[in-house]
């Protein structure tokens, strides 16, 4: 079974700084998706960003980008120039590409605290 | 807004009873998946129905049990309420295209067992 691990309850940052949240994931599977999510207080989860494993290069998305690294099976994510309106928690989530209807399988999730 | 709409928004029930939850997908999707979110947690995979069929289950037992009509809505019945079931249900819409599949979430049922 595929597991998420985000090990950072809680991060803070100054408005308009730069903040990275880790993400470790175990998985036998060579082709996969990888995604980051954001839920507000609204509980809505909101796609932030997505990576396929058989890309090599790392997504971006304005002012989010990711760090994929497959052999260390990490993907970390950078919000640059952070607004108020980043403050949220952040789920990393997995998915097979294998075909199968196994859905996403999450991690505990970050805290993102935006400081004025 | 992700077009994708959960009621009620908060519902409180007692132990050993039942319970529906109801989803309303984006017009045209064909898949829908719901997930429970216990408190602190990340959300957990229920399963999965694609044209009205269950065709993926995480490891949740056999009271869990769901329905998806053809009008693109969809429930998720529970029975034998359990107090370890209160947790924050959330449902999630798709339009199955392979590897460009994207899921919209809606903002969940809040369900609390007493």
């Known amino acids: 079974a595929q597991t998420v691990t985000q090990s950072q309850p809680e991060m803070s940052v100054q408005e308009a700084e730069t903040v990275t949240l880790s993400c470790t994931y175990d998985?036998?599977?060579?082709?996969?998706?990888l995604f980051w999510y954001k839920q507000p207080p609204s509980r809505q989860m909101i796609l932030v960003i997505r990576?396929?494993?058989?890309?090599?290069q790392n997504a971006t998305e304005n002012r989010f980008s990711v760090n994929f690294q497959k052999a260390a099976k990490s993907f970390s994510l950078k919000i640059s120039d952070s607004q108020l309106g980043d403050a949220a928690m952040y789920f990393c989530?997995?998915?097979?590409?294998?075909?199968?209807?196994?859905?996403?399988?999450f991690g505990k999730g970050t805290h993102l605290i935006i400081q004025p | 807004e992700t077009g994708v709409t959960q009621s009620p928004t908060h519902l409180i029930k007692t132990r050993g009873q039942q319970v529906t939850l109801r989803c309303s997908s984006q017009?045209?999707?064909?898949?829908v998946s719901w997930y429970q979110q216990a408190l602190g947690q990340g959300p957990q995979f229920i399963f999965q129905?694609?044209?009205?069929?269950?065709?993926g289950r995480g490891n949740f037992p056999p009271r869990f049990s769901g329905l998806q009509f053809p009008n693109y809505s969809s429930e998720l019945n529970v029975n034998a309420l359990e107090l370890d079931d209160s947790a924050l249900y959330l449902c999630?819409?798709?339009?199955?295209?392979?590897?460009?599949?994207?899921?919209?979430f809606g903002s969940g049922t809040q369900l609390s067992v007493l």
């Open positions: 129905y694609y044209r009205e069929e269950e065709n």
């Open positions: 998985t036998s599977e060579s082709d996969y998706y």
């Open positions: 990576q396929e494993a058989y890309k090599q």
């Open positions: 017009s045209g999707h064909n898949t």
């Open positions: 999630a819409s798709s339009l199955f295209q392979g590897r460009d599949e994207k899921l919209f």
């Open positions: 989530a997995y998915r097979s590409a294998s075909g199968g209807a196994d859905g996403l399988t």
